[in-house]
Nanobody
C-alpha cells in the first residue's frame, strides 16, 4: 500500500483543517488506517484510527470531540477533519495502514507526512 497525506498548512487557533490520506496498491478496504502526529522534539503519537468498513473509530483523548476520522473505500481515501484547532495541535501528521486495529505505531505502511501549524 502506498499512502499520500495532504491538506496540511497554516491555520489560526480555533480554525479547521481537513487532511486526506490517499491510498494505492493493495485493496484499500482490507486495511486499518490510523493518523499519527509528531511535534518537534516529541515522539510520534497516536491521533485516530478507523476500522476497515469505517464502523469503528478511536481517538486520542487530546483530540476527542474535535477531530473526526472517516473513510471512503470507493475512493481509497481516509479523511481527518480537525476542528477547534489549538497551537498544541501543531505537528507533522502521518497516515498509516496495517492489519491491526491499534493505537500503537505498529502499522506496516506510512505516508510521508503533512505539516499542520496552528498559530495563536
Amino acid at each position: 500500500v502506498q499512502l499520500q497525506a495532504s491538506g496540511g498548512g497554516l491555520v489560526q487557533a480555533g480554525g479547521s483543517r481537513r487532511l486526506s490520506c490517499a491510498a494505492s496498491g493493495r485493496t484499500f478496504g482490507s486495511v486499518i488506517v490510523g493518523w499519527f502526529r509528531q511535534a518537534p522534539g516529541k515522539e510520534r503519537e497516536f491521533v485516530a484510527v478507523i476500522s476497515r468498513n469505517g464502523g469503528s473509530t478511536t481517538y486520542a483523548d487530546s483530540v476527542k470531540g474535535r477531530f473526526t476520522i472517516s473513510r471512503d473505500n470507493a475512493k481509497n481515501t481516509v479523511t481527518l477533519q480537525m476542528n477547534s484547532l489549538k497551537p498544541e495541535d501543531t505537528a507533522v501528521y502521518y497516515c498509516a495502514a496495517g492489519s491491526y486495529y491499534t493505537t500503537s505505531r505498529n502499522y506496516d505502511y506510512w505516508g510521508q507526512g503533512t505539516q499542520v501549524t496552528v498559530s495563536s
